[in-house]
């Protein structure tokens, strides 16, 4: 189980595999927020840390921006 995030000029898009709660793959359609992607993430099953490890990767000042 992956999290690829990327900062767009609108907010964060993600691509996930499998999680313990999500049995198949998923894309954001459109940018989200950072804190709406962090919840969708948490909802879906994915650990905070692995959360935090793939936005710091995507974006070192993701947790200034609000």
């Known amino acids: 189980m992956s999290i690829k995030i990327r900062r767009t000029v609108d907010g964060y898009q993600a691509e996930v595999t499998p999680s313990p709660r999500l049995s198949e793959s998923w894309i954001t359609d459109t940018p989200m927020t950072r804190d709406a992607l962090i919840d969708r993430l948490v ?18 000042d993701w947790d200034q921006r609000s």
Do not use: K, P
């Open 43 to 60: 909802r879906t099953g994915y650990h905070l840390q692995d959360i935090v490890d793939a936005l710091t990767f995507a974006d070192s």
